[in-house]
């Protein structure tokens, strides 16, 4: 038999006690898919757009719509969405350089960023070409019990605090992630104190999880991976940024010149991956949400702590599980891997991964390559050995990964 009775019996039980949670999730993804449909016959999508151009491509009509269409879903002035973007940290790194200037100073209200953001501020982690390098101040405001402090933000915006960076997702540590309530909260305190501080959102896995998105909650610009959630697994690579008129057109300097800014820019790729994928993202991004609980739920069941608990609402697709030994989580990742559609014969190994401090394991048998809004895992080798789970472009294939990786784990101990 492929999984233990043990496992089967467990995976009823836990998909009976998820049906609550399930029909909230599937209310938000219907919501959602009526929010782009609307946006989609707003914009008069249609067939023209989903043309390729070359060169310069000015007047990319493409381009344009696809823009139009993410300024309106996201509620922002204006929208940069280019395949350009070679990753999430890219997008971000844009913000970031396009808007700071020498003596201005960014603070972080979630504690420490993501790993790779780490490299492009610089100071936790020095790199060539970092912000640090260019004159940017940095401080952190460090979280409170895994929450936001609230009462510390005065505290910290000073006169040349020209930024601060809210990240929503959990990254790679056990804290929660940022509900929408949270992230208007957070705002509201920073413009009571320090009405032009830019309010900055890294929504990295955040997109379509609720039905209100950062920047309808007091953000000023945003920024996020189109190999995560908005792509709906179709968009073959790049990020977008939403957000304030001026300050999009001042990331767009950085992403081509001075005087270009986003009036450049072939659509090389099909825009057709970009646009249906947008389309497909409120129930894909659902699909995997389902996954991490039933994730979380047979991961309780078996004994370990699980962030978030099966029960609790999420703020990102991310489910993270204690493991508490590198066996497990190697075995963990090997499951995955396992019941992957691409490169299931192999068997993943931790290597030094660009932008990252320690040493990562990462189960990706993706279409499309380090997808995470497609069924992935992946943990950095430092303790308790935390499996950080997230994606699935479908329910049936997160449920087999997760009894897969349950299994690996049972198979330790025979
Ligand atoms: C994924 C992610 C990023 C960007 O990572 P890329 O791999 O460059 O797309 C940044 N911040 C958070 C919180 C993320 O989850």
Same mark, same amino acid.
């Given at each position: 038999?492929?999984?233990?009775?043990?496992?089967?019996?467990?995976?009823?039980?836990?998909?009976?006690?998820?049906?609550?949670?399930?029909?909230?999730?599937?209310?938000?993804?219907?919501?959602?898919?009526?929010?782009?449909?609307?946006?989609?016959?707003?914009?008069?999508?249609?067939?023209?757009?989903?043309?390729?151009?070359?060169?310069?491509?000015?007047?990319?009509?493409?381009?344009?719509?696809?823009?139009?269409?993410?300024?309106?879903?996201?509620?922002?002035?204006?929208?940069?969405?280019?395949?350009?973007?070679?990753?999430?940290?890219?997008?971000?790194?844009?913000?970031?350089?396009?808007?700071?200037?020498?003596?201005?100073?960014?603070?972080?209200?979630?504690?420490?960023?993501?790993?790779?953001?780490?490299?492009?501020?610089?100071?936790?982690?020095?790199?060539?070409?970092?912000? &640090? $390098?260019?004159?940017? +101040?940095?401080?952190?405001?460090?979280? *409170?019990? @895994?929450?936001? /402090?609230?009462? #510390?933000?005065?505290?910290?915006?000073?006169?040349?605090?020209?930024?601060?960076?809210?990240?929503?997702?959990?990254?790679?540590?056990?804290?929660?992630?940022?509900?929408?309530?949270?992230?208007?909260?957070?705002?509201?305190?920073?413009?009571?104190?320090?009405?032009?501080?830019?309010?900055?959102?890294?929504?990295?896995?955040?997109?379509?999880?609720?039905?209100?998105?950062?920047?309808?909650?007091?953000?000023?610009?945003?920024?996020?991976?189109?190999?995560?959630?908005?792509?709906?697994?179709?968009?073959?690579?790049?990020?977008?940024?939403?957000?304030? &008129? $001026?300050?999009?057109? +001042?990331?767009?300097?950085?992403?081509? *010149?001075? @005087?270009?800014? /986003?009036?450049? #820019?072939?659509?090389?790729?099909?825009?057709?991956?970009?646009?249906?994928?947008?389309?497909?993202?409120?129930?894909?991004?659902?699909?995997?949400?389902?996954?991490?609980?039933?994730?979380?739920?047979?991961?309780?069941?078996?004994?370990?702590?699980?962030?978030?608990?099966?029960?609790?609402?999420?703020?990102?697709?991310?489910?993270?599980?204690?493991?508490?030994?590198?066996?497990?989580?190697?075995?963990?990742?090997?499951?995955?891997?396992?019941?992957?559609?691409?490169?299931?014969?192999?068997?993943?190994?931790?290597?030094?991964?660009?932008?990252?401090?320690?040493?990562?394991?990462?189960?990706?048998?993706?279409?499309?390559?380090?997808?995470?809004?497609?069924?992935?895992?992946?943990?950095?080798?430092?303790?308790?050995?935390?499996?950080?789970?997230?994606?699935?472009?479908?329910?049936?294939?997160?449920?087999?990964?997760?009894?897969?990786?349950?299994?690996?784990?049972?198979?330790?101990?025979?």
């Amino acid at each position: 038999m492929t999984f233990s009775k043990k496992l089967l019996d467990l995976k009823q039980q836990v998909l009976e006690e998820s049906a609550p949670f399930f029909h909230r999730i599937e209310g938000i993804a219907e919501e959602n898919t009526l929010k782009v449909l609307d946006a989609m016959r707003e914009c008069k999508v249609s067939d023209a757009h989903f043309n390729t151009t070359s060169g310069y491509a000015y007047d990319d009509i493409g381009r344009g719509k696809l823009e139009e269409l993410y300024a309106r879903i996201f509620a922002a002035e204006r929208a940069l969405v280019r395949t350009q973007f070679v990753s999430g940290t890219h997008a971000l790194a844009t913000v970031l350089f396009g808007i700071l200037r020498p003596g201005d100073e960014l603070v972080s209200l979630t504690g420490k960023p993501y790993d790779t953001m780490q490299t492009v501020i610089g100071y936790d982690n020095p790199s060539l070409g970092s912000l &640090k $390098e260019f004159g940017i +101040l940095y401080d952190e405001l460090p979280m *409170a019990d @895994g929450k936001v /402090d609230i009462k #510390g933000i005065a505290g910290k915006l000073k006169s040349n605090t020209r930024m601060v960076l809210i990240q929503r997702s959990r990254g790679y540590s056990m804290r929660s992630p940022l509900s929408i309530g949270d992230i208007r909260e957070i705002t509201a305190e920073v413009k009571r104190v320090k009405p032009d501080c830019i309010c900055f959102v890294d929504n990295c896995y955040g997109e379509f999880v609720d039905v209100e998105e950062p920047t309808q909650a007091g953000v000023d610009i945003m920024a996020g991976s189109l190999i995560k959630n908005p792509g709906g697994g179709i968009a073959p690579t790049g990020g977008y940024i939403v957000g304030k &008129k $001026e300050l999009v057109e +001042l990331a767009s300097y950085r992403l081509t *010149a001075p @005087g270009m800014g /986003d009036e450049l #820019g072939a659509s090389l790729s099909n825009n057709r991956l970009l646009f249906q994928g947008l389309f497909l993202a409120p129930h894909v991004v659902s699909q995997a949400i389902k996954g991490a609980v039933f994730a979380a739920g047979m991961f309780d069941r078996l004994g370990y702590k699980t962030l978030p608990l099966p029960s609790e609402e999420r703020g990102d697709i991310i489910q993270a599980i204690e493991l508490g030994s590198a066996e497990k989580l190697k075995a963990f990742c090997g499951g995955i891997q396992k019941y992957s559609p691409v490169d299931s014969f192999a068997a993943p190994e931790p290597w030094d991964m660009p932008g990252y401090a320690d040493q990562v394991i990462m189960a990706a048998g993706t279409f499309v390559q380090g997808a995470s809004i497609e069924f992935s895992a992946d943990g950095p080798l430092r303790p308790p050995y935390n499996v950080y789970l997230q994606g699935g472009l479908t329910f049936e294939h997160a449920v087999i990964g997760i009894l897969g990786a349950a299994q690996a784990i049972e198979d330790l101990n025979s």
